[in-house]
């Protein structure tokens, strides 16, 4: 805490991962003799920077950018770029730190990384979004590559912006590469990436209910928070697996539908009009909205997905929820449930799907996008996610048997800590102290 002063969302993270690790560590003393505890906590490179760059009225603005390249012992740094006013180091270090665990959990070889600005997209004009990602790139270029940092989306970091990103950073280098990731299909993308991190989360709670209560999404209701790319496509999975999806939120409120929400509207709403979510009602008047994103958890529902942000999810809500007879939690965003809300979750005998186990679906994709541009070959929609469904199974299975092994069964949050580690830790141990 002394090291990474008013840092709160990163100093959260790693007690939570340190805490689940401590039997690890009974087990393995030649890694704490190496440092292991103490390194994997400290990224190998932050760096910050200046974008700048001209408003349409004529005036300059400047933000700040970064880019935390944390863990490379078993692959290139990967992670995403998330704008939005609340971004300060602190949250690209929470998020950097998940996405080393993350990223071993898929069984693919990424590193972990994350960055990003404190950019607010929000109301910006399509020409002065080109112009930030232009001026973000015109730094970002010089620390990334195929081989040692391959960014991708996050919170207000979609397709259009990843356009405007890749073309940049084409533009500067000379060089068509797989350098990011969540491009366009005539590009380089991979069919499944849009999709990835909702179908994921889906697969995984599938897999999770299934195994530790015999439930399925069959029949249910579903509460989701956020209306971004995750929730949209969670929402979307839940009805192919039978579920009814009845609410959606964005930062100033959340909609309930009691006729389940209408997934052509908000993506319309959404990706195309780029508008709030209150707009929801114009379209099925027996939805209602209301003011403030928090109350969406007191909505009956057999499940809920967090899909918003961090911290979303507290102490209150989780009781609501389990009050209600709400018998499944999957993170879709990162971290969205409280340390306190999780504890009354696990109490309660809630499955719990912690982020970085299920919502790994969107980097694992991202991988495959990267095996894609190495081929120079491009999968079927039907192949990619059947790579996917088989990811996410694994790592349901490699967390639920981590638990096991360490007496914490069904805790899935032990479990994934322990299984992402266990990779990280083998390959730090057996490349030395550097
Ligand atoms: P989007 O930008 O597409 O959507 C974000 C959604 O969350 C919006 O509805 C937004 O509402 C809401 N939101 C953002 N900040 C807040 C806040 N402070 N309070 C309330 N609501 C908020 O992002 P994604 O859907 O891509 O990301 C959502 C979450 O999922 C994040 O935690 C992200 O890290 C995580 N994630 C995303 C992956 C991906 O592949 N995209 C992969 C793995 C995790 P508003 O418009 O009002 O801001």
Not at 106 to 117: A, D, E, R, V
Request: hydrophobic fraction near 35%; glycine fraction near 12%; aromatic fraction near 10%.
């Amino acid at each position: 805490v002394k090291r990474n002063p008013n840092e709160p969302e990163f100093h959260q993270a790693v007690k939570e991962v340190l805490e689940s690790l401590e039997p690890v560590a009974e087990r393995n003393p030649q890694w704490v003799e190496a440092g292991i505890f103490d390194r994997i906590v400290e990224p190998e490179r932050q760096v910050i920077f200046s974008v700048p760059w001209v408003d349409d009225n004529g005036k300059v603005q400047v933000n700040r950018g970064f880019r935390v390249q944390f863990n490379s012992a078993i692959g290139p740094y990967k992670g995403g770029l998330r704008f939005h006013s609340s971004v300060y180091i602190g949250i690209i270090k929470f998020l950097g730190f998940e996405q080393i665990f993350k990223n071993s959990l898929t069984g693919l070889p990424m590193g972990g990384g994350k960055g990003g600005s404190d950019f607010d997209p929000k109301g910006k004009s399509d020409g002065e979004i080109m112009r930030f990602c232009q001026s973000f790139m015109s730094e970002l270029y010089r620390h990334i590559g195929e081989n040692t940092d391959v960014p991708a989306g996050d919170i207000g970091v979609g397709g259009r912006e990843i356009g405007y990103l890749y073309g940049m950073y084409r533009k500067i280098r000379n060089d068509f590469t797989g350098v990011l990731t969540g491009k366009g299909l005539t590009w380089g993308g991979s069919l499944v990436r849009t999709e990835a991190t909702g179908y994921g989360l889906c697969y995984f709670m599938e897999e999770a209910m299934k195994s530790i209560k015999g439930k399925s999404f069959e029949g249910t209701t579903v509460a989701i928070s956020g209306s971004g790319n995750v929730a949209i496509y969670a929402a979307e999975k839940v009805y192919q697996l039978g579920g009814k999806p009845v609410t959606v939120s964005d930062s100033n409120g959340y909609i309930y539908d009691p006729d389940g929400i209408n997934v052509d509207t908000l993506k319309r709403i959404k990706e195309v009009e780029r508008k709030r979510i209150s707009e929801y009602v114009k379209y099925h008047p027996n939805a209602r909205y209301t003011e403030g994103c928090a109350g969406v958890w007191s909505e009956k529902c057999d499940i809920a997905l967090p899909c918003a942000t961090q911290n979303e999810l507290d102490e209150e809500a989780a009781r609501t929820l389990v009050a209600n007879g709400c018998f499944a939690v999957g993170e879709g965003a990162n971290m969205p449930t409280t340390p306190e809300a999780i504890e009354v979750l696990l109490e309660n005998g809630v499955v719990f799907g912690p982020a970085k186990a299920a919502n790994a679906g969107g980097v694992a994709t991202s991988g495959l996008e990267m095996c894609q541009n190495s081929m120079r070959y491009a999968w079927t929609f039907e192949e990619v996610d059947a790579k996917l469904k088989e990811i996410m199974v694994n790592i349901y299975t490699n967390a639920s048997e981590a638990a096991k092994e360490y007496g914490y069964e069904n805790n899935l949050m032990v479990g994934a800590n322990i299984a992402g580690f266990l990779k990280v830790a083998d390959a730090m141990y057996a490349q030395g102290i550097l």
